[in-house]
């Protein structure tokens, strides 16, 4: 009935009306007919008007956020502080354990436990904050953190004040 298209049709060069020249009419069918149907021919040959074929997207990775309960921490020199929870909230069915890494700590500062620390997903570690009596008095910003992932990076401040003798 209809003789196939040449393989240059699909090209953007041509144009709708070459297309429609590039089949051969059967008697009594009418030019509309026949141009209405080229070009739902063209389109389906083009990979276009298919309408199926897309993927969805995949699902999202497991990842993790950070928490901390305070964003200021306020000590004297020889001191330490009351403790700031540091917690690990997975998300997307992440169910591991974090490496959190303090950073921008002073001189004469310490952390217990030690940085870097671990805490599981869904859990809270405390962390106790101390300075030495020589310990610089200024308010330092601090960051806590996983070092392979910037984003989950939380940060807070330290004052360090001076000692009561």
Known sequence: MFRQAPAHACRLTQNWFSLRRSYVMPRGV???TVLVS?????????GGGGGG???PPPPPQPDFTIGLSTSTVSIAQGSSSAPVSVTVNGLNGFSGSVQVTLSGVPAGVTSNPASPFSVSSGQAVAVIIGASPNARRAVHGLRAGCKRRSLSLR???LTVQTGVL
């Open 30 to 32: 009418h030019n509309s």
């Open 38 to 46: 080229s070009f739902v021919i063209f389109l389906s040959g083009c």
């Open 53 to 55: 074929g897309t993927q």
């Open 155 to 157: 940060s807070f401040f």
